[in-house]
Protein backbone atom coordinates (compact mmCIF):
# COMPACT_ATOMS: atom_id res chain seq x y z
CA UNK A 1 0.00 0.00 0.00
CA UNK A 2 1.44 3.19 -1.00
CA UNK A 3 -0.76 5.39 0.58
CA UNK A 4 -3.26 5.37 3.11
CA UNK A 5 -6.65 7.01 1.92
CA UNK A 6 -9.77 7.61 3.47
CA UNK A 7 -11.40 5.06 1.29
CA UNK A 8 -8.56 2.28 2.75
CA UNK A 9 -10.05 3.58 6.53
CA UNK A 10 -13.41 3.19 5.62
CA UNK A 11 -12.69 -0.57 3.85
CA UNK A 12 -11.08 -1.27 7.04
CA UNK A 13 -14.11 0.08 9.28
CA UNK A 14 -16.77 -1.84 6.97
CA UNK A 15 -14.59 -4.84 6.80
CA UNK A 16 -14.20 -4.56 3.20
CA UNK A 17 -10.82 -5.25 2.95
CA UNK A 18 -8.61 -8.62 2.55
CA UNK A 19 -6.35 -9.80 5.28
CA UNK A 20 -3.41 -8.21 3.52
CA UNK A 21 -4.91 -5.22 3.23
CA UNK A 22 -5.90 -4.79 6.99
CA UNK A 23 -2.44 -5.85 7.87
CA UNK A 24 -1.17 -2.70 5.99
CA UNK A 25 -3.58 -0.42 6.87
CA UNK A 26 -2.46 -1.07 10.54
CA UNK A 27 1.34 -0.78 10.15
CA UNK A 28 0.56 2.53 8.74
CA UNK A 29 -1.64 3.32 11.22
CA UNK A 30 0.50 2.54 13.76
CA UNK A 31 3.09 5.29 11.79
CA UNK A 32 0.71 8.19 11.41
CA UNK A 33 -1.01 9.42 14.31
CA UNK A 34 -3.03 11.90 12.39
CA UNK A 35 -4.76 9.16 10.06
CA UNK A 36 -5.38 7.16 13.43
CA UNK A 37 -7.38 10.40 14.41
CA UNK A 38 -9.07 10.26 11.21
CA UNK A 39 -10.49 6.83 11.47
CA UNK A 40 -11.65 7.29 15.33
CA UNK A 41 -13.72 9.99 13.93
CA UNK A 42 -14.79 7.89 11.04
CA UNK A 43 -15.82 5.36 13.52
CA UNK A 44 -17.71 7.45 15.30
CA UNK A 45 -19.97 8.54 12.33
CA UNK A 46 -21.03 5.23 11.03
CA UNK A 47 -21.52 4.28 14.79
CA UNK A 48 -23.95 7.47 14.47
CA UNK A 49 -25.56 6.04 11.88
CA UNK A 50 -25.84 2.75 13.09
CA UNK A 51 -23.07 1.08 10.21
CA UNK A 52 -21.14 -0.96 12.64
CA UNK A 53 -23.88 -2.69 14.37
CA UNK A 54 -24.38 -5.67 13.50
CA UNK A 55 -27.51 -6.81 11.86
CA UNK A 56 -30.40 -8.08 14.17
CA UNK A 57 -31.77 -11.86 12.55
CA UNK A 58 -34.97 -11.78 13.15
CA UNK A 59 -37.39 -14.72 13.00
CA UNK A 60 -39.74 -14.62 10.70
CA UNK A 61 -43.80 -14.17 11.36
CA UNK A 62 -45.46 -16.86 12.86
CA UNK A 63 -47.19 -19.61 10.61
CA UNK A 64 -45.68 -17.67 7.49
CA UNK A 65 -45.21 -20.73 5.30
CA UNK A 66 -48.50 -22.08 5.86
CA UNK A 67 -50.26 -19.14 5.91
CA UNK A 68 -48.67 -18.47 1.83
CA UNK A 69 -49.54 -21.66 1.26
CA UNK A 70 -53.26 -20.84 2.20
CA UNK A 71 -53.28 -17.80 0.14
CA UNK A 72 -51.74 -19.86 -3.15
CA UNK A 73 -54.91 -22.04 -2.48
CA UNK A 74 -57.09 -19.67 -2.56
CA UNK A 75 -56.57 -17.85 -5.46
CA UNK A 76 -56.10 -21.00 -7.27
CA UNK A 77 -59.37 -21.76 -6.36
CA UNK A 78 -60.54 -18.30 -7.45
CA UNK A 79 -59.02 -18.86 -10.81
CA UNK A 80 -60.57 -22.23 -11.72
CA UNK A 81 -64.03 -21.08 -10.50
CA UNK A 82 -63.31 -17.59 -12.82
CA UNK A 83 -62.98 -20.09 -15.73
CA UNK A 84 -65.67 -22.50 -15.20
CA UNK A 85 -67.95 -19.24 -15.29
CA UNK A 86 -66.06 -17.96 -18.60
CA UNK A 87 -66.20 -21.47 -19.79
CA UNK A 88 -70.27 -21.66 -19.17
CA UNK A 89 -70.64 -18.16 -20.55
CA UNK A 90 -68.82 -19.01 -23.98
CA UNK A 91 -71.03 -22.74 -24.69
CA UNK A 92 -74.58 -21.02 -24.34
CA UNK A 93 -73.35 -18.33 -26.48
CA UNK A 94 -72.46 -20.54 -29.16
CA UNK A 95 -75.73 -22.76 -28.69
CA UNK A 96 -77.86 -19.75 -28.96
CA UNK A 97 -76.04 -18.85 -32.23
CA UNK A 98 -76.21 -21.96 -33.71
CA UNK A 99 -80.39 -22.31 -32.47
CA UNK A 100 -81.11 -19.17 -33.79
CA UNK A 101 -79.05 -19.95 -37.54
CA UNK A 102 -80.87 -23.75 -37.68
CA UNK A 103 -83.82 -23.79 -40.22
CA UNK A 104 -86.31 -24.20 -37.79
CA UNK A 105 -85.85 -21.23 -35.78
CA UNK A 106 -85.30 -19.40 -39.21
CA UNK A 107 -89.29 -20.25 -39.65
CA UNK A 108 -90.56 -19.66 -36.20
CA UNK A 109 -88.59 -16.21 -36.38
CA UNK A 110 -87.08 -14.08 -39.29
CA UNK A 111 -83.69 -13.17 -37.76
CA UNK A 112 -80.73 -12.38 -39.61
CA UNK A 113 -78.42 -15.27 -38.95
CA UNK A 114 -75.76 -15.04 -36.03
CA UNK A 115 -72.56 -16.69 -36.06
CA UNK A 116 -70.10 -16.02 -33.16
CA UNK A 117 -67.14 -17.50 -33.12
CA UNK A 118 -65.45 -19.86 -30.34
CA UNK A 119 -63.45 -18.41 -27.51
CA UNK A 120 -60.05 -20.14 -26.76
CA UNK A 121 -59.00 -20.74 -23.37
CA UNK A 122 -56.13 -18.52 -23.32
CA UNK A 123 -58.47 -16.06 -24.36
CA UNK A 124 -61.08 -16.02 -21.38
CA UNK A 125 -58.56 -16.94 -19.18
CA UNK A 126 -54.97 -16.66 -20.05
CA UNK A 127 -54.14 -12.74 -18.82
CA UNK A 128 -55.12 -13.92 -15.38
CA UNK A 129 -53.34 -16.81 -15.52
CA UNK A 130 -50.27 -15.22 -15.83
CA UNK A 131 -51.07 -12.48 -13.38
CA UNK A 132 -51.59 -15.04 -11.02
CA UNK A 133 -48.44 -16.99 -11.76
CA UNK A 134 -46.38 -13.77 -11.36
CA UNK A 135 -48.04 -13.13 -8.40
CA UNK A 136 -47.47 -16.85 -6.47
CA UNK A 137 -43.67 -17.23 -8.23
CA UNK A 138 -42.73 -13.86 -6.44
CA UNK A 139 -44.47 -14.66 -3.08
CA UNK A 140 -42.91 -17.88 -3.36
CA UNK A 141 -39.52 -16.09 -3.73
CA UNK A 142 -39.82 -13.44 -1.33
CA UNK A 143 -40.80 -15.86 1.40
CA UNK A 144 -37.56 -18.56 0.38
CA UNK A 145 -35.41 -15.69 0.53
CA UNK A 146 -36.82 -14.47 3.84
CA UNK A 147 -36.06 -17.65 5.56
CA UNK A 148 -32.83 -18.91 3.94
CA UNK A 149 -30.48 -16.03 3.54
CA UNK A 150 -30.23 -15.11 7.97
CA UNK A 151 -30.12 -18.65 7.99
CA UNK A 152 -27.29 -19.65 5.03
CA UNK A 153 -25.08 -16.66 7.31
CA UNK A 154 -25.72 -18.12 10.69
CA UNK A 155 -24.69 -21.63 9.05
CA UNK A 156 -21.59 -20.09 7.48
CA UNK A 157 -20.94 -18.03 10.44
CA UNK A 158 -21.35 -20.92 12.81
CA UNK A 159 -19.07 -23.44 10.22
CA UNK A 160 -16.06 -20.97 10.58
CA UNK A 161 -16.27 -20.72 14.18
CA UNK A 162 -16.31 -24.62 14.77
CA UNK A 163 -13.40 -25.37 12.60
CA UNK A 164 -11.51 -22.84 14.34
CA UNK A 165 -12.13 -24.42 17.24
CA UNK A 166 -11.34 -27.81 16.01
CA UNK A 167 -8.05 -26.08 15.13
CA UNK A 168 -7.21 -24.72 18.93
CA UNK A 169 -7.82 -28.10 19.99
CA UNK A 170 -5.44 -29.23 17.86
CA UNK A 171 -2.59 -26.42 19.13
CA UNK A 172 -4.10 -27.20 22.86
CA UNK A 173 -2.78 -30.45 22.37
CA UNK A 174 0.14 -29.46 20.98
CA UNK A 175 0.71 -27.08 23.78
CA UNK A 176 0.29 -30.21 26.45
CA UNK A 177 2.90 -32.43 24.68
CA UNK A 178 5.20 -29.84 25.06
CA UNK A 179 4.96 -29.03 28.40
CA UNK A 180 4.92 -32.42 28.92
CA UNK A 181 8.46 -32.63 27.53
CA UNK A 182 9.82 -30.01 30.28
CA UNK A 183 10.60 -30.45 33.25
CA UNK A 184 8.83 -27.87 35.10
CA UNK A 185 5.56 -28.67 32.88
CA UNK A 186 5.95 -24.98 31.31
CA UNK A 187 4.45 -23.63 27.89
CA UNK A 188 6.58 -22.12 25.33
CA UNK A 189 8.35 -19.26 27.36
CA UNK A 190 8.26 -16.06 25.69
CA UNK A 191 11.63 -13.86 26.90
CA UNK A 192 11.97 -10.10 28.20
CA UNK A 193 14.27 -9.13 25.02
CA UNK A 194 16.14 -10.66 21.87
CA UNK A 195 14.53 -11.57 18.78
CA UNK A 196 12.16 -14.43 20.20
CA UNK A 197 10.83 -11.94 22.85
CA UNK A 198 7.15 -11.93 21.46
CA UNK A 199 3.91 -13.32 22.03
CA UNK A 200 4.19 -15.35 18.32
CA UNK A 201 7.42 -17.46 19.33
CA UNK A 202 5.16 -20.00 20.20
CA UNK A 203 4.18 -21.21 17.20
CA UNK A 204 7.95 -21.49 15.85
CA UNK A 205 8.51 -23.34 18.60
CA UNK A 206 5.90 -25.84 18.46
CA UNK A 207 7.04 -26.44 14.68
CA UNK A 208 10.29 -26.35 15.97
CA UNK A 209 9.82 -29.46 18.04
CA UNK A 210 7.74 -31.01 14.93
CA UNK A 211 4.44 -31.11 17.20
CA UNK A 212 2.54 -29.28 14.34
CA UNK A 213 3.19 -30.75 10.94
CA UNK A 214 1.06 -28.55 8.98
CA UNK A 215 1.60 -24.42 9.21
CA UNK A 216 -1.86 -24.05 8.06
CA UNK A 217 -3.16 -24.60 11.58
CA UNK A 218 -2.14 -21.42 12.81
CA UNK A 219 -4.82 -19.68 10.80
CA UNK A 220 -8.08 -19.29 11.87
CA UNK A 221 -11.04 -19.93 9.15
CA UNK A 222 -12.63 -16.47 10.24
CA UNK A 223 -9.64 -14.40 9.71
CA UNK A 224 -10.26 -13.70 6.40
CA UNK A 225 -8.11 -15.34 2.92
CA UNK A 226 -4.58 -15.33 3.98
CA UNK A 227 -1.49 -15.28 1.09
CA UNK A 228 0.05 -18.79 1.43
CA UNK A 229 3.76 -17.35 1.56
CA UNK A 230 2.64 -15.39 4.82
CA UNK A 231 1.19 -18.46 5.56
CA UNK A 232 4.67 -20.42 6.07
CA UNK A 233 5.60 -20.28 10.21
CA UNK A 234 9.71 -19.87 10.51
CA UNK A 235 11.87 -21.90 12.75
CA UNK A 236 13.81 -20.57 16.22
CA UNK A 237 16.78 -20.95 13.84
CA UNK A 238 15.62 -18.84 10.99
CA UNK A 239 14.51 -16.02 13.79
CA UNK A 240 17.14 -16.20 15.13
CA UNK A 241 19.32 -15.80 11.92
CA UNK A 242 16.69 -13.25 10.59
CA UNK A 243 18.74 -9.62 9.48
CA UNK A 244 17.13 -6.89 11.14
CA UNK A 245 15.12 -5.74 7.77
CA UNK A 246 13.09 -9.17 7.93
CA UNK A 247 12.97 -9.77 11.47
CA UNK A 248 9.85 -7.14 12.02
CA UNK A 249 7.82 -8.79 9.24
CA UNK A 250 8.30 -12.29 10.72
CA UNK A 251 7.44 -11.07 14.41
CA UNK A 252 4.36 -9.56 12.85
CA UNK A 253 2.97 -12.62 11.43
CA UNK A 254 5.16 -15.54 12.88
CA UNK A 255 1.72 -16.48 15.71
CA UNK A 256 -0.39 -17.08 12.61
CA UNK A 257 -4.71 -15.62 13.27
CA UNK A 258 -3.67 -16.57 17.19
CA UNK A 259 -2.36 -14.98 20.38
CA UNK A 260 -0.36 -16.39 23.09
CA UNK A 261 -0.48 -16.46 26.84
CA UNK A 262 2.73 -13.66 27.50
CA UNK A 263 3.65 -15.68 30.89
CA UNK A 264 3.69 -13.62 34.44
CA UNK A 265 5.73 -11.11 36.14
CA UNK A 266 8.27 -12.29 39.11
CA UNK A 267 11.32 -10.34 40.67
CA UNK A 268 11.74 -8.21 37.33
CA UNK A 269 11.31 -11.54 35.22
CA UNK A 270 8.55 -13.17 32.99
CA UNK A 271 7.81 -16.41 34.16
CA UNK A 272 6.08 -18.79 31.21
CA UNK A 273 2.53 -20.56 32.60
CA UNK A 274 3.11 -24.21 33.87
CA UNK A 275 0.35 -26.41 33.00
CA UNK A 276 -2.08 -26.57 36.08
CA UNK A 277 -5.08 -27.47 33.68
CA UNK A 278 -7.24 -24.42 35.01
CA UNK A 279 -10.48 -24.23 34.11
CA UNK A 280 -10.26 -20.30 33.31
CA UNK A 281 -6.91 -19.71 32.73
CA UNK A 282 -6.55 -18.67 29.01
CA UNK A 283 -4.13 -20.20 26.77
CA UNK A 284 -4.73 -19.34 23.46
CA UNK A 285 -7.14 -17.22 21.33
CA UNK A 286 -8.16 -15.42 18.35
CA UNK A 287 -5.58 -12.78 17.99
CA UNK A 288 -6.49 -10.07 19.78
CA UNK A 289 -7.23 -6.12 17.64
CA UNK A 290 -5.79 -3.08 18.84
CA UNK A 291 -8.37 -1.53 16.89
CA UNK A 292 -11.43 -3.53 18.47
CA UNK A 293 -13.63 -2.13 21.58
CA UNK A 294 -11.64 -3.90 24.58
CA UNK A 295 -8.89 -5.27 21.98
CA UNK A 296 -11.44 -7.53 20.86
CA UNK A 297 -10.30 -10.08 17.98
CA UNK A 298 -11.35 -9.11 14.18
CA UNK A 299 -11.90 -12.92 12.93
CA UNK A 300 -14.95 -13.13 13.45
CA UNK A 301 -16.54 -9.98 12.17
CA UNK A 302 -15.48 -8.86 16.11
CA UNK A 303 -18.53 -10.89 17.19
CA UNK A 304 -16.32 -12.68 19.61
CA UNK A 305 -13.19 -14.81 19.97
CA UNK A 306 -13.02 -18.51 20.71
CA UNK A 307 -10.66 -18.84 23.57
CA UNK A 308 -8.69 -22.03 24.57
CA UNK A 309 -8.39 -22.83 27.88
CA UNK A 310 -5.42 -24.42 29.99
CA UNK A 311 -7.73 -27.49 30.85
CA UNK A 312 -7.83 -28.21 27.01
CA UNK A 313 -11.53 -26.75 27.47
CA UNK A 314 -12.40 -24.02 23.82
CA UNK A 315 -15.37 -21.54 24.48
CA UNK A 316 -16.43 -18.43 22.09
CA UNK A 317 -16.46 -15.65 24.44
CA UNK A 318 -18.04 -12.57 23.53
CA UNK A 319 -16.24 -8.79 25.24
CA UNK A 320 -18.60 -6.08 26.63
CA UNK A 321 -17.27 -2.82 27.77
CA UNK A 322 -13.82 -4.31 27.82
CA UNK A 323 -14.63 -6.98 29.83
CA UNK A 324 -15.88 -10.48 29.50
CA UNK A 325 -19.97 -10.68 29.68
CA UNK A 326 -18.94 -12.75 32.47
CA UNK A 327 -17.40 -10.37 35.20
CA UNK A 328 -15.90 -13.75 37.23
CA UNK A 329 -13.71 -14.00 33.98
CA UNK A 330 -10.26 -13.06 33.88
CA UNK A 331 -9.90 -10.47 30.57
CA UNK A 332 -8.10 -12.54 28.54
CA UNK A 333 -5.92 -9.44 26.46
CA UNK A 334 -5.22 -7.22 29.34
CA UNK A 335 -3.38 -7.88 33.34
CA UNK A 336 -5.15 -6.43 35.70
CA UNK A 337 -3.63 -3.50 36.33
CA UNK A 338 -5.36 -2.95 32.12
CA UNK A 339 -2.29 -3.26 30.24
CA UNK A 340 -1.29 -5.04 27.63
CA UNK A 341 1.65 -7.06 29.52
CA UNK A 342 2.46 -10.32 31.24
CA UNK A 343 0.77 -11.03 34.13
CA UNK A 344 0.49 -9.32 37.23
CA UNK A 345 0.43 -13.28 38.87
CA UNK A 346 0.39 -16.93 38.26
CA UNK A 347 -3.39 -16.82 37.61
CA UNK A 348 -3.15 -13.01 35.39
CA UNK A 349 -3.64 -14.63 32.17
CA UNK A 350 -2.86 -12.05 28.99
CA UNK A 351 -2.78 -13.25 25.50
CA UNK A 352 -0.82 -10.93 23.04
CA UNK A 353 -0.89 -10.47 19.20
CA UNK A 354 1.91 -12.19 17.42
CA UNK A 355 4.10 -9.06 17.23
CA UNK A 356 3.42 -8.01 21.24
CA UNK A 357 6.47 -7.85 23.63
CA UNK A 358 5.36 -9.35 27.66
CA UNK A 359 6.45 -5.70 28.85
CA UNK A 360 4.87 -2.27 27.87
CA UNK A 361 7.63 -0.73 25.12
CA UNK A 362 8.41 1.90 27.72
CA UNK A 363 9.95 -0.87 30.25
CA UNK A 364 11.60 -3.12 27.29
CA UNK A 365 15.54 -3.45 29.00
Same mark, same amino acid.
Request: hydrophobic share 40%; net charge negative; with cysteine.
Given at each position: ?????????????????????????????????????????????????????????? /??????????????????????????????? *???????????? %????????????? *???????? /?? $????????????? %??????????????????????????????????????????????????????? %? @??????????????????????????????????? /?????????????????????????? @????????????????????????????????????????????????????????????????????????????????????????????????? $??????????????
Amino acid at each position: MTRLTREHLLGYLLGALDRKECVDVEQALAQCPEMTAELEKMRRSLDTLGLLEEPELE /EPPLCLAARTCEFVEQKAESYSAETVILKAI *TASSIAAAEQVS %SPSASASNARPKV *TLSPVSRS /EA $GGPTLRKLDVIVA %SAIVLVASALSFPALYTSRFQANVDLCQHQLRQLGTALHEYSGLQQDGAFPHVPL %S @GPRSVAGVYAPTLVSNKLVPDSKNFFCPGSGDVAP /EHQLIPTLDEIDAAPKSILTSLQNRM @GGSFGYNMGYSRDANVLPPRNSRRAEYALLADAPNDLQPGRSSANHAGRGQNVLYEDGRVKFVKLANNTQQDSALDDPFHNRLGQVAAGLDINDAVL $GRSPDHPVPALWQP
